[in-house]
């Protein structure tokens, strides 16, 4: 998973790429429980390019994209929304998965 590090490296990535936005804070408890398998979901949905977004460090991408709980992802194909899983509620992995699966076909 890469770390957004700038607007302009977001806006090349979603325009060039299939990307899968993780919106997160280091502070969030229901963030730290989903990332022992993040990486198991990177392997099985190796078409995506995932994200990590710091929810503080871009609160304006947030609520450009009315990201208001976390942790939460958007998926981006072709430049568009392809599909979000946004909630302020605990995710599993189960649930992220059926997503994932939804998004990729």
């Not at 977001?10 to 997160?24: A, G, M, Q, T, Y």
């Not at 929810?55 to 072709?78: K, M, T, Y």
């Amino acid at each position: 998973m890469i770390t957004l590090e700038s607007d302009q490296q977001l806006k090349e990535l979603i325009e060039n790429e299939s990307v899968i936005l993780l919106f997160s804070a280091d502070w969030c408890p229901d963030c730290r429980v989903i990332e022992p398998f993040l990486p198991e979901l990177e392997e099985k949905y190796s078409q995506w390019t995932f994200v990590y977004v710091d929810r503080d460090q871009f609160i304006h991408v947030c609520a450009e994209n009315d990201i208001f709980g976390i942790p939460s992802f958007l998926a981006f194909r072709e430049g568009g929304e392809a599909g979000r899983f946004v909630s302020k509620d605990r995710k599993t992995k189960e649930e992220i998965e059926a997503f994932l699966t939804k998004v990729s076909g």
